[in-house]
């Protein structure tokens, strides 16, 4: 192995920038010629250079874009790639292990629905600024004694919603994954406040069936139904532009210097993550699969510790 190359892809989480160095690093530590793709599997399309970014790429989909990119690689010499990102990623990662393009995954979502790791880089950060957020709208929601809703990325997956309503004390929580119709929201409230509480937080998820606008729109056209008001605020990309966590560091940098590793022994065509406490690896044809499902216990508990 001589000439390896990196790339970030999809959506950004942070933290990202530690797997690159760490890959980079550890390469360099082999004698590796190390190489850096702009603008993610767009990049390898227009033969990107050292400047790193993200994008999604949904023309890699194609079978004829994807010999394009792997005819560039050839050109450049590059032996080897490393793919940080998330399911469309490492699913763009597969199909091109599966042209024999030697590829190592590095599991990076802040939505945590990725096969091959219990947690993804970014998803610590995205989780803590969630926190902190919810920790501050409590205290005026006491106030004020009003509803918010707390709207929060995710895509269609409620990993980081349901954690976030769990840790902050959420009365109730917005999922994908669990149907919720307002009316059924608003009796949640309801019940919360006849129990003596101040205030009323509501975590959505992006994805959920009503998102917090939906329900925003219910609960104001029901105002003298319902008998409180309710304010909504959108996180939205905050989450991902937090500085990265230390955890958010640590773990992308034994996931970077893994990659490495795996590729100085030959081994490929896998995403690295953590298991169970441990680096460790899965193949790309488990991972591309689809989304990894949430964790029910996750779902039991929010909801236990919501009444």
Known sequence: MKRVAVLTSGGDAPGM?????????????????????????????????????????????????????????????????????????????????QMGVP???????????LYGSDVTIGVDTALNVALEAIDRLKVTASSHQRAFLIEVMGRDCGYLALTAGIAGGAEAVVIPEVEMNPEQLAQELRASFERGKP??????????????????HYFHANRERLGFQIRTTTLGHIQRGGTPTAFDRLLATRLGHAAVEHLARGEHGSLVGLLKGEVGSTPLSVVAQGAKPLDPTLIELARILAR
């Not at 205030?199 to 925003?216: C, K, M, Q, T």
Request: aromatic fraction near 6%; charged fraction near 15%; proline fraction near 1%.
């Open 17 to 97: 920038n530690a797997a690159i160095r760490a890959v980079v690093r550890s390469g360099i530590e082999k004698g590796w010629s190390m190489f850096g793709v702009r603008q993610g599997f767009a990049g390898i399309i227009q033969q990107g250079g050292t400047m790193l970014g993200t994008t999604r790429c949904p023309e890699f989909a194609q079978e004829s874009v994807r010999r394009h990119a792997v005819g560039v690689l050839d050109k450049l010499g590059i032996e080897a790639v490393v793919i940080i990102g998330g399911n469309g990623s490492q699913t763009g990662a597969f199909a091109l292990s």
């Open 103 to 113: 590829v190592m995954g590095i599991a990076s979502t802040i939505d945590n629905d």
């Open 199 to 216: 205030h009323g937080i509501v975590v959505v998820a992006e994805g959920a069936r009503y998102n917090a606008d939906e329900l925003s």
